[in-house]
């Protein structure tokens, strides 16, 4: 019974002692696959989709790794993630705000600000931290979990188990965010299959360039009452629509066949926005858009 005993806390011992090994942040070639539910059918632009690194770049002289959004077969250049100290920050592409969005160095007890969105530092809830423990990864071995307050826990060298980008959701309504899946260096190191199966979306280099050369929006962010400026380098831009973070179609503008336009956006509150851009080769574009 003895020897029972010891041989489980020296078991234990091993896996906490494995735990404390800290894991950073991937740093390249890494996919998020992520689902999205509300009430009702899954509509545009939400239910499947995904978020990957790849590439790096500069913002004001500070290096971060690139990561793109993508969606219904569209890609957009999302953010900058950088990681310091075991804090990761992220930079939407418009540049403007950088934000800690996750520190691992935190105790339980510690507090942090929980964003609800990476475009935007004035809204936050306080976050705290519940509870820190370790969860066994496939083929990853074990990392340290820390339980928060309000959403879903966040894992060393994952992020949050409801999404990359979802610490916490400001919207009322009935719907949620969750991590299927993530994929770093062609290995699958965290799968979630509750709800759906692991999937991937096929992304070549091809078709980031092509995005980020197609569609300007600007200013961005912008005041209520402006004019926005679309600009689209190399097709005839058809159409706009712009999505609440619910996804509910606010505004539409169809039949343009330009590729320069002006939209005004005084009948829209402040707030976040997704812009679905329609061209004249049937590519579909979305962007992110903050009315302030």
């Not at 691992?104 to 820190?132: E, M, P, Q, R």
């Not at 058809?238 to 509910?248: A, H, P």
Request: aromatic share 14%; charged share 15%; glycine share 6%.
């Amino acid at each position: 019974m003895k020897k029972t005993f010891s041989l489980v806390v020296l078991i234990l011992t091993c896996c906490f002692a494995e735990a404390q090994t800290y894991v950073p942040f991937p740093v390249s070639n890494t996919e998020w696959s992520e689902i999205y539910y509300q009430v009702g059918p899954c509509e545009y632009p939400y239910c499947k989709h995904s978020y990957f690194m790849q590439g790096d770049t500069l913002i004001g002289s500070i290096p971060y790794h690139k990561i793109y959004y993508h969606v219904d077969s569209n890609i957009v250049y999302l953010a900058g993630l950088r990681e310091d100290s075991k804090r990761i920050y992220a930079r939407s592409n418009s540049g403007v705000y950088e934000l800690l969005i996750y520190d691992f160095n935190l105790n339980i007890g510690d507090s942090i600000k929980s964003y609800c969105s990476i475009y935007d530092s004035s809204y936050f809830f306080w976050n705290h931290v519940t509870a820190i423990d370790s969860v066994l990864l496939p083929d990853a071995g074990f990392r340290k979990r820390f339980h928060l307050s309000y959403g879903q826990p966040w894992i060393e060298g994952i992020g949050c188990e409801s999404g990359l980008f979802s610490i916490i959701n400001c919207v009322l309504c009935v719907c949620w965010n969750e991590l299927v899946c993530l994929k770093q260096n062609g290995t699958t190191v965290y799968l979630n299959e509750t709800h759906e199966p692991c999937f991937y979306l096929p992304v070549t280099t091809q078709e980031i360039a092509l995005d980020l050369a197609r569609i300007d929006i600007l200013p961005n962010p912008t005041n209520q009452g402006s004019l926005l400026n679309f600009e689209c380098k190399n097709s005839l831009i058809t159409s706009i629509e712009f999505y609440n973070l619910v996804g509910n179609r606010l505004k539409a503008v169809n039949n343009i066949f330009c590729k320069r336009t002006q939209i005004s956006v005084d009948d829209l509150s402040s707030g976040f926005y997704l812009v679905k851009v329609q061209l004249s080769n049937k590519d579909n574009i979305i962007k992110k858009l903050i009315i302030e």
